[in-house]
């Protein structure tokens, strides 16, 4: 892994290679985005800036999720495309994705049907089915987690964080409870070892939401809602799902299957009529489902600064402890 680090130029030396301008995208407990155009080429990209003080006691955490990203590429999927260090600091390079979150460009749509719900889930089949085909199960697959590469209409969607992704047959059996809760796989709560399939149970309940708004499992106690998950609890409820196809009901109970045995894998689920037939309607069901959403799902908007900062790599700053708020910071104050 390289060593290098950032600091602040102006002027001439701004038009050198190695040149980006940042712009802050999102701050959370664990790690810091930054949005960053590479001043020679222009390409965007996005940068995770990780403490590493952060990383004690996560550091199979992170290495995991580098190993992942090293392997993959597929077109819908989020790819790191270089990684840096500092003394303090790892920054993973990540392709740049603009469009949004899922859940949000939906609300904002003015027209959704059944169909448009169906190519969003192929498309998340289709990476999934790439990655488990490169022996890799995501653990996390969520809403949060799927992206919207532009703000084109046509935009294709993103997979994104494999910080808890695991690799098959490396010696250890998934038997960790991990994921997050509502999305997670009856078989993960049980605390069995599990297996790929996990990933195809979160892709139903996503494919339910997308469906209808609100989540297949609720309740404000997180023991009720285990047990509501481990029975595989949940109904296609009048008369949010009345005017819903059978196809897709069908769709999501083969994905939504308590035994991971019978439960669809990608592929099955890829050559359902519902994805691969005609069978998704084109009824507009957006405002019921816009309207379950605003009320089940908070927005999570990152706050984008328009301040422009110019940042160069360099051996010298690289042996130094620089956090990337100072960095901005330090540009800030050169201009």
């Known amino acids: 892994m390289a060593s290098v680090g950032l600091s602040a130029v102006s002027g001439a030396d701004a038009r050198k290679a ?19 155009q590479e001043k020679v080429t222009e390409k965007m990209v996005a940068i995770k800036c990780i403490p590493k003080k952060a990383l004690k006691g996560k550091e199979t955490s992170i290495e995991n999720e580098i190993a992942v990203l090293r392997r993959i590429k597929h077109e ?6 270089d990684i840096y260090e500092s003394s303090n600091y790892l920054y993973l390079i990540m392709q740049l994705v603009s469009g949004g979150e899922l859940f949000d460009r939906i609300v904002e749509k003015g027209f959704y049907t059944e169909m448009d719900a169906s190519r969003l889930i192929r498309q998340v089949l289709d990476a999934v089915n790439y990655l488990h085909s490169m022996g890799i199960v995501h653990r996390d697959l969520k809403p949060e ?3 919207y590469f532009s703000p084109d209409d046509e935009s294709k969607i993103m997979i994104s964080d494999f910080g808890l992704s695991k690799m098959e047959g490396t010696g250890d059996v998934m038997a960790t409870a991990c994921g997050t809760p509502g999305y997670v796989a009856p078989e993960v709560l049980a605390q069995k070892p599990y297996s790929k399939a996990v990933d ?4 139903g309940v996503i494919a339910y939401i997308l469906l209808c708004g609100y989540p297949p499992f609720y309740d404000e106690n997180d023991s009720k809602l285990f047990e509501q998950i481990l029975k595989a609890d949940y109904e296609f409820d009048a008369p949010y799902w009345d005017d819903i196809s059978d196809s897709a009901k069908d769709f ?3 994905l939504m299957e308590k035994n991971p045995e019978m439960r669809f894998t990608c592929d099955q689920a890829l050559q359902h009529p519902w994805i ?14 816009s309207r379950q959403m605003r009320k089940n799902f908070a927005k999570s908007k990152w706050r984008v600064s328009v301040t422009r900062h110019t940042l160069k790599a360099t051996s010298a700053v690289a042996r130094a402890a620089v956090s990337p708020a100072s960095l901005l910071s330090v540009v800030a104050a050169s201009f």
């Open 18 to 36: 190695g040149v980006f301008s940042l712009f802050s995208l999102h701050s959370g407990a664990f790690s810091e985005v930054v949005m960053a």
């Open 76 to 81: 819908n999927i989020v790819a790191l495309e």
């Open 145 to 147: 987690n799927l992206l």
């Open 200 to 203: 195809c149970w979160s892709i």
């Open 252 to 254: 999501i109970s083969h």
């Open 276 to 289: 691969a037939g005609d069978t998704a309607l084109c009824k507009n069901i957006h405002e019921s489902v």
